[in-house]
């Protein structure tokens, strides 16, 4: 069981899979090696891989044809999930019957299973279990590429979705039509989103009403970025969405519940009642998982309890350990690429924590004792792979959750009371709502308090893995029992983890990081002891900001928590869209732009300097002269240690291109261009790149974006002059490190890719 379930995990880590037909010597293989008797062993091996590549080879069978993308499709389909509505904007998941290209009679044999639409101006929001027909642009999953950052394609991928869009209905013809409900799929969903809304008709507070739909159907719609970082800060987020947690704890009350009624049949021995409570407790699960919508993490949830109990019924003899391969190998025969994903590590190392920490105690442990030594546990264990992934660990939440898990525990139940009365009788459930509402509010008060008092604990830094490793053994010398001598050796295995050296340039280098935040900009300066941020990346109407969903995450992997100077080069929303959220989530010494439309503590002006480490920064546009757009209002910076330059330009187009030739001519030399305007064909001029002479050029542009940047004519400009051309669509971040000498490190966000599926 060991070898088929690591042989099926490490599918996940392969960049690229062979051709399908290679499953056609499967057979002949196992029949030579069972042939074989010291091969015989290895027979797991190869069903594992046998597994792994199947089902990859499946998840990529239902790709979009790379020649649809862009094109106009007809989508037939259900309406599955919970549809939400935001700023005019609808946006829902598709269950595919038909798609149809009237382009291309080519049909694929596998179409995409579910897409994820964005319906602009819609008329109407979409519910559950509803067929619709739709005219629909789709492309392939992607996501921003930047070291460390958020997978975005492995999260639709894992939940079936295998294309995304927007709804077209700029004609009569073209306009959405719903169709006959569907009899099976998305009914669920319905009855989720019904339950919401009978929650909304309760006399409740909205952010008690917001956490109950959480808590009771997986509902996080209402749940706002403020109260996601309460959640992260104080270690909770488990307790208000539905995981493993909530199901396990409600398959542990099933569990016991029938266990108890069990002894009131005297014929029902002890084997017989651990078999009625096993079954219970799967039946009660699998429900509550049903009612949570069966996202990914119940169905993981679901699993493992399935393992677990049926191996009370038909494996008595089993280890907890054994249990635990057992459930790992379900888990990952149902859903291969749960092992790229934080939350299978977090719930099966949680789980492994605690049966390492209880194996060697003992008799009977008071329950208190037991549950402060779970959480003691829990936190040694986890901690160094919370640094690793998160670059963080809320210190406060063993304290926090000694004492919000038994509450969740006693509140889960209650809350499934009433609501099963709220369908019968909303005035009974009435006062048990609003009782649970207050609790809630008690409770989250305290939260806020805790975030308030406490800061997480940091990683000033990434965290190596063999730092991880290193820290791991010394979590299970610690977690040894008493009479074990020398446990506080652990403690030395975690110093690397406690005090890591951050990773900063040497005196008179540094590093820019062109980030990957689609049609806009994003550049992170660093040198020794300073940070700055040039620009701030895409806003978008839909609400969407690149500074929440690529930015911050990628400083604070960098344990860059403080910035000297953000620098907004102008007004454009694609370059200033992200300012507002930086300012709230970091500490910013100053602020300067080009624009008098910011609000900012400094306006940039022609020939302002200064000097960072070594390394010189100076403004060389705007001056005080009026400009007549705002793309050229743009701040034109040159940073230069002595015998490398980098010269970034904004938005700036070509008539500013020559008015900089005419008055600085030499001084706009440099080693390193990031081109203007994205690639745009009315900068980048031929005479501008000749003035400049660099030896490399980046643009920052979005996928597929409907500008069409960069434009061909500035790409044939580039090689035409042989120079190294990076762009982020493609290449994700562009990460140079200038050293003293002068020598440029490039490293690119598609280099730490790991996966077939990109």
Not at 218 to 238: C, S, V
Not at 454 to 466: E, H, N
Not at 697 to 714: A, D, K, M, Q, T
Request: with cysteine; aromatic share 10%; proline share 6%.
């Amino acid at each position: 069981m060991i070898r088929f379930c690591l042989a099926l995990a490490c599918v996940a880590f392969w960049p690229t899979l062979p051709a399908p037909i290679w499953l056609m010597a499967v057979p002949l293989t196992v029949w030579l090696m069972h042939a074989v008797k010291p091969l015989r062993g290895w027979l797991p091996v190869v069903f594992g891989l046998t597994w792994g590549l199947a089902s990859g080879s499946w998840l990529l069978a239902h790709q979009l044809p790379d020649s649809w993308q862009g094109d106009d499709l007809l989508a037939v389909g259900t309406v599955v999930g919970l549809p939400e509505r935001q700023q005019g904007r609808c946006r829902f998941d598709l269950a595919l019957d038909q798609l149809v290209n009237h382009h291309n009679d080519k049909t694929p044999q596998l179409l995409p299973r579910t897409i994820r639409l964005s319906w602009y101006r819609c008329e109407q929001l979409p519910q559950p279990a509803q067929r619709w027909q739709f005219k629909v642009r789709l492309k392939r999953p992607h996501g921003f590429v930047n070291p460390g950052g958020f997978d975005y394609p492995l999260y639709l991928l894992s939940r079936g979705i295998d294309a995304s869009g927007y709804i077209r209905d700029s004609a009569l013809a073209d306009k959405p039509k719903q169709l006959e409900d569907a009899l099976i799929t998305g009914w669920v969903d319905r009855w989720r989103l019904t339950t919401v809304e009978m929650l909304g008709q309760a006399q409740i507070p909205t952010r008690s009403q917001a956490l109950l739909a959480a808590l009771l159907v997986g509902d996080k719609r209402g749940l706002d970025e403020d109260t996601w970082t309460t959640l992260r800060d104080t270690g909770t987020a488990h307790l208000f969405v539905i995981s493993g947690l909530h199901i396990g704890m409600l398959a542990g009350v099933c569990f016991g519940l029938m266990f108890g009624l069990g002894r009131l049949w005297p014929a029902w021995n002890y084997r017989r009642r651990i078999s009625a409570a096993a079954i219970s407790a799967i039946i009660g699960a699998g429900g509550y998982a049903l009612l949570a919508g069966f996202s990914l993490p119940s169905q993981r949830a679901w699993v493992m309890i399935c393992a677990v109990m049926l191996s009370l019924i038909g494996f008595r003899a089993m280890t907890p350990s054994q249990r635990l391969w057992l459930a790992a190998t379900a888990v990952l025969l149902i859903e291969p690429l749960a092992v790229r994903q934080p939350g299978f590590w977090l719930s099966f190392g949680a789980c492994s924590v605690l049966v390492y920490a209880f194996a060697g105690h003992l008799g009977r442990v008071h329950y208190t004792r037991q549950l402060i030594w779970a959480q003691l546990a829990i936190a040694i264990g986890l901690t160094p792979w919370l640094l690793f992934q998160f670059q963080q660990w809320p210190a406060q939440a063993p304290l926090i959750n000694l004492l919000a898990i038994p509450l969740a525990t006693l509140l889960l139940p209650l809350a499934l009371v009433g609501l099963l009365l709220m369908s019968i009788s909303p005035a009974v459930s009435q006062p048990i709502l609003l009782w649970l509402a207050q609790l809630l509010e008690w409770g989250w008060q305290a939260l806020e308090w805790s975030q308030q008092q406490w800061s997480p604990l940091t990683a000033s830094g990434p965290v190596p893995i063999w730092v991880v490793i290193l820290a791991l053994f010394g979590a299970m010398l610690m977690l040894m029992p008493r009479s074990i001598p020398g446990r506080w050796l652990g403690l030395l295995l975690w110093l690397p983890l406690l005090l890591p050296l951050p990773s900063v340039p040497e005196k008179g280098g540094y590093r820019v990081t062109v980030l990957d935040v689609g049609q806009g900009l994003a550049v992170l300066i660093e040198t020794h002891q300073h940070r700055m941020l040039y620009d701030s990346g895409p806003r978008y109407r839909s609400g969407f900001n690149a500074a929440e969903a690529a930015i911050i995450p990628y400083l604070s992997r960098r344990g860059i928590r403080q910035l000297d100077q953000l620098l907004i080069s102008h007004a454009d929303i694609d370059h200033a869209g992200g300012q507002a959220v930086l300012e709230s989530r970091l500490v910013i010494d100053q602020t300067s732009t080009g624009s008098d439309k910011i609000t900012a503590d400094h306006l940039c002006r022609a020939g302002q300097a200064w000097q960072w480490d070594g390394v010189n920064f100076e403004i060389l546009h705007p001056d005080d002269a009026a400009i007549n757009s705002e793309n050229n209002r743009s701040c034109v910076l040159k940073i230069d240690n002595g015998r490398h330059a980098l010269l970034l330009t904004g938005d700036i187009e070509a008539e500013i291109e020559h008015l900089l030739i005419k008055h600085l001519g030499g001084k706009l030399q440099a080693n390193t261009l990031l081109a203007a305007h994205h690639g745009s064909r009315s900068s980048s001029s031929d005479v501008f790149l000749q003035r400049v002479a660099p030896e490399r050029v980046l643009i920052s542009s979005g996928w597929r974006n409907r500008f069409g940047h960069p434009h061909p004519e500035v790409v044939q400009r580039i090689e035409a002059r042989q120079l190294a051309l990076f762009n982020t669509a493609t290449q994700g971040a562009v990460e140079l490190n200038i050293l003293t000498g002068g020598q440029a490190e490039v490293a690119l966000g598609v280099d730490s890719l790991w996966g077939y599926w990109h």
